[in-house]
Every structure is written in structure tokens, then in C-alpha cells.
């Protein structure tokens, strides 16, 4: 299936949001459409659809930005990756960057859940069928493995595969080919697998339930999704990009998160990680009247008010990693500069460890490794003081 992406997408620094957000035109610096981003089968209610359901990333966390520097150095390979992480931690959203910035960009990017067929029909949704194959089977019909050829197949909840089914995923895998349910030819597929999974497949194969082999064969690269939670760093920005997606959408006036808004929504929780943080910007918004949203305003299960906040330590290595992330994007703004490029860069460092830390200039402080006067004279200069109201 063709596709219009002409050049190599890459990440790009939105100044108006001050978060990293999905992948722009490394050409005119403009963000890609969903239609840019991945080439989509139109059929089937399992696969993905026109509507890119997954529309950015915010890398903020230093553990985003590791994901975001693992993806970088595999995406330009054909390994296949296994993507382990709870339900709404992003695993098709990875898949789909991986495939962005691969050599396999311009090609079919194709997406099926495992666990939303019954076994009898999962084989031809994968495979294909020839007609007359089964009571039905009125015409010919390609799998995904067809659809998605010279391009990425991504197995979602591969976990959920039938120990039937997944001898026959291996053999395709090995063989590089495929066999339609009721036919005989082989057919040719060049594809690269991209499996994810919520489930531990490594006690899977203890107990029997997994192909060890296929496991090997799927895990060459494992990316492993922390929890919301775990990079809380994230939170303040993906509630940002979802406050602007859905006012844009929602066709709704200019609305900001006050300080006891972001407090509250940086010390949930959020078991139901990114995807629960998008429902409840959304459903917030569809109720909201006003200029700026409050804590009351937001409803989440109670919270504990005294919990400190926690600026989290790293290791040697995540530092060597995140500068390398963090080098990595500005020369790649180097090729097509933002106007006064490093006072945005400044202004957007600041602007996401004061939200980061609730709007407690010491805690923000403590962040950037300044003085907290430091911090307040930066704060007036981009606006940051009595802008919102207080608690």
C-alpha cells in the first residue's frame, strides 16, 4: 500500500507546548499527518484505521528520553522487537515510531490484536484465504502479512496467540513466506515483526503456554514501558498535549491547567496510565466552563495531599543517555533552526521543571541545579509569575 511520506520523519520541540512531541517533516518542519505517519489497511475492524489513534509522544522523563534514544539507535534495523508494558503505556504508539524512522518508513504499516479473534478465523485474518476455503469464503482474501509486505507487521497482545497458531506464526517467520488458509501456493512476505505484549512470556514458556522459540525469535530487541507512575516527568506535558488536542477538537476557547490542577494530576496514580490521563483531560473538558481548570474541577479517586514530591535519581549510564537524547535533538535542529533557538530551548526547560514540580519554585529549582532566584528571574521573563491563580 503506498504511502506520502517523502522524507525522514523526526522528533521535533513544539515551543508552544514545551514538551517533545511526535514526528515533524525533517523537510518544511511541519508535523506529519496521520496519513504521512503509516500506511493503514482499510479493513478489518481489528487493524488500524485512517485515524492515527496515537498521535504523539512527550518525552520529558528520563526514562522517556532513553526510550526515545533505544528507538533511535534500533528503528534503522529489520530486528524484531518486543514491546512489553501495561495496557495504555503507549505499545502501538512505539511501534509506530520505530516504523517512522526505519528504512521501511514509506511502506505498509499494519497493526492486529491477537486476542480479538476467535482461533478459527485469527489464521486467515493473519494468512489469507483462498475462496471456497472454508463454509463463507466467497472470494480471495490477503492477510495482514500480505498487506503489511516490505513494511511492519505489529502484533499487538501476541501473549494471546494459541500455542496452534503460534507454530504457524514461526514457520512464517523463518520461511520469510506464507500459505493462505485452503491454498497451496507460497507466497513471498519481507516484513518486519513489531510484538507487544502486558503479559510476562517468560513464565508463559515456563508453564507451557509459549514457544520458546517463537519468544526468542520475537524478543531480538525487548523495549520494556514503565508505567505512567514510574516516569512521572511525563504527566504535566502529556496533560498539556491532550489539553490542546482536545480544545482544538472540541472547538473550545483558550483553557489552562492552575497550579492545584497540575499538583493534583502529577501525584495520581494512573493505573490506567497514559490512556486514563487522556480520558480524564477529555472528559474534564467536555464538562468545563472557564478560563482555568481547577483540582475540584478534575475527578479522580482521593489523593494523599502530604505525599512528598520525588525528583527521581539516576544512574551513570541513564545520564550518558539522556545527554546523548538530549545532543541528538539539537543538531537535529541545527539543519532547520527555531528562531532564537536557545531561548526557547531555555524557556522550555523551564517552563516543564516549574510544572513538573507543581509550580514549587524550590522543587523546580532543585530540578535545573540553579538557585531559586535564578529560577524566579527566568520565571518573570517568560511570564511564569502570578499568571495562573493559586491554590
Same mark, same amino acid.
Given at each position: 500500500?503506498?504511502?506520502?511520506?517523502?522524507?525522514?520523519?523526526?522528533?521535533?520541540?513544539?515551543?508552544?507546548?514545551?514538551?517533545?512531541?511526535?514526528? %515533524?517533516?525533517?523537510?518544511?518542519?511541519?508535523?506529519?499527518?496521520?496519513?504521512?505517519?503509516?500506511?493503514?489497511?482499510?479493513?478489518?475492524?481489528?487493524?488500524?484505521?485512517?485515524?492515527?489513534?496515537?498521535?504523539?509522544?512527550?518525552?520529558?522523563?528520563?526514562?522517556?528520553?532513553?526510550? /526515545?534514544?533505544?528507538?533511535?539507535?534500533?528503528?534503522?534495523?529489520?530486528?524484531? @522487537?518486543? #514491546?512489553?508494558?501495561?495496557?495504555?503505556?503507549?505499545?502501538?504508539l @512505539?511501534?509506530?515510531?520505530i516504523?517512522?524512522?526505519?528504512?521501511?518508513?514509506?511502506?505498509?504499516?499494519?497493526?492486529?490484536?491477537?486476542?480479538?479473534?476467535?482461533?478459527?478465523?485469527?489464521?486467515?485474518? *493473519?494468512?489469507? %484465504?483462498?475462496?471456497?476455503?472454508?463454509?463463507?469464503?466467497? %472470494?480471495?482474501?490477503?492477510?495482514?502479512?500480505?498487506?503489511?509486505?516490505?513494511?511492519?507487521?505489529?502484533?499487538?497482545?501476541?501473549?494471546?496467540?494459541?500455542?496452534?497458531?503460534?507454530?504457524?506464526?514461526?514457520?512464517?517467520?523463518q520461511?520469510?513466506?506464507?500459505?493462505?488458509?485452503?491454498?497451496?501456493?507460497?507466497?513471498?512476505?519481507?516484513?518486519?515483526?513489531?510484538?507487544?505484549?502486558?503479559?510476562?512470556?517468560?513464565?508463559?514458556?515456563?508453564?507451557?503456554?509459549?514457544?520458546?522459540?517463537?519468544?526468542?525469535?520475537?524478543? #531480538? #530487541?525487548?523495549i520494556?514501558?514503565s508505567?505512567?507512575?514510574?516516569?512521572?516527568?511525563?504527566? @504535566?506535558?502529556?496533560?498539556?498535549?491532550?489539553?490542546?488536542?482536545?480544545?482544538r477538537?472540541?472547538?473550545?476557547?483558550?483553557?489552562? *491547567?492552575?497550579?492545584d490542577?497540575?499538583?493534583? *494530576?502529577?501525584?495520581?496514580?494512573?493505573p490506567?496510565?497514559?490512556?486514563?490521563?487522556?480520558?480524564?483531560?477529555?472528559?474534564?473538558?467536555?464538562?468545563?466552563t472557564?478560563?482555568?481548570?481547577?483540582?475540584?474541577?478534575?475527578?479522580?479517586?482521593?489523593?494523599?495531599r502530604d505525599?512528598?514530591?520525588?525528583?527521581?535519581?539516576?544512574?551513570?549510564?541513564?545520564?550518558?543517555?539522556? /545527554?546523548?537524547?538530549?545532543?541528538?535533538?539539537?543538531?537535529?535542529?541545527?539543519?532547520?533552526?527555531?528562531?532564537? /533557538?536557545?531561548d526557547?530551548v531555555?524557556?522550555?526547560? @523551564?517552563?516543564?521543571?516549574?510544572?513538573?514540580?507543581?509550580?514549587?519554585?524550590?522543587?523546580a529549582?532543585?530540578?535545573?541545579?540553579?538557585?531559586?532566584? #535564578?529560577?524566579?528571574?527566568?520565571?518573570?521573563?517568560?511570564? *511564569?509569575?502570578?499568571?495562573?491563580?493559586?491554590?
Amino acid at each position: 500500500m503506498a504511502t506520502s511520506i517523502s522524507t525522514q520523519p523526526v522528533f521535533q520541540l513544539d515551543c508552544r507546548n514545551g514538551v517533545f512531541i511526535g514526528m %515533524h517533516n525533517s523537510a518544511t518542519n511541519a508535523p506529519l499527518s496521520p496519513s504521512q505517519r503509516t500506511a493503514q489497511p482499510e479493513s478489518g475492524d481489528s487493524g488500524t484505521t485512517a485515524q492515527d489513534k496515537a498521535s504523539a509522544i512527550v518525552y520529558a522523563d528520563p526514562r522517556s528520553l532513553a526510550l /526515545l534514544e533505544l528507538i533511535r539507535r534500533i528503528a534503522p534495523s529489520d530486528a524484531s @522487537v518486543l #514491546v512489553i508494558g501495561d495496557t495504555g503505556t503507549g505499545k502501538e504508539l @512505539v511501534a509506530r515510531q520505530i516504523h517512522g524512522l526505519s528504512n521501511r518508513a514509506n511502506k505498509p504499516f499494519a497493526a492486529i490484536n491477537c486476542g480479538a479473534f476467535p482461533e478459527n478465523l485469527f489464521e486467515s485474518e *493473519l494468512f489469507g %484465504h483462498e475462496k471456497g476455503a472454508f463454509s463463507g469464503a466467497t %472470494h480471495t482474501k490477503t492477510g495482514w502479512f500480505e498487506t503489511a509486505n516490505g513494511g511492519t507487521l505489529f502484533l499487538d497482545e501476541v501473549g494471546d496467540l494459541p500455542l496452534s497458531l503460534q507454530v504457524k506464526l514461526l514457520r512464517a517467520l523463518q520461511e520469510g513466506e506464507v500459505i493462505r488458509v485452503g491454498g497451496r501456493k507460497t507466497i513471498p512476505v519481507d516484513v518486519r515483526i513489531i510484538a507487544a505484549t502486558n503479559r510476562d512470556l517468560e513464565q508463559a514458556v515456563k508453564a507451557g503456554r509459549f514457544r520458546e522459540d517463537l519468544y526468542f525469535r520475537l524478543k #531480538v #530487541v525487548r523495549i520494556p514501558l514503565s508505567p505512567l507512575r514510574e516516569r512521572s516527568g511525563d504527566i @504535566v506535558p502529556l496533560a498539556r498535549h491532550f489539553m490542546c488536542k482536545y480544545v482544538r477538537s472540541l472547538g473550545l476557547p483558550p483553557i489552562r *491547567l492552575a497550579q492545584d490542577a497540575l499538583s493534583k *494530576l502529577s501525584r495520581y496514580s494512573w493505573p490506567g496510565n497514559i490512556r486514563e490521563l487522556e480520558n480524564t483531560i477529555h472528559s474534564t473538558l467536555l464538562t468545563f466552563t472557564g478560563e482555568f481548570i481547577r483540582a475540584k474541577d478534575i475527578d479522580l479517586p482521593e489523593l494523599d495531599r502530604d505525599a512528598p514530591f520525588d525528583v527521581p535519581t539516576l544512574e551513570p549510564a541513564d545520564n550518558v543517555i539522556r /545527554l546523548s537524547a538530549l545532543e541528538h535533538f539539537l543538531r537535529d535542529q541545527m539543519s532547520a533552526p527555531i528562531p532564537q /533557538l536557545l531561548d526557547s530551548v531555555i524557556e522550555t526547560t @523551564v517552563r516543564i521543571a516549574y510544572e513538573n514540580a507543581g509550580r514549587n519554585q524550590a522543587q523546580a529549582a532543585r530540578i535545573l541545579g540553579i538557585s531559586r532566584s #535564578v529560577l524566579r528571574t527566568h520565571l518573570k521573563n517568560i511570564g *511564569l509569575l502570578n499568571t495562573a491563580p493559586t491554590s
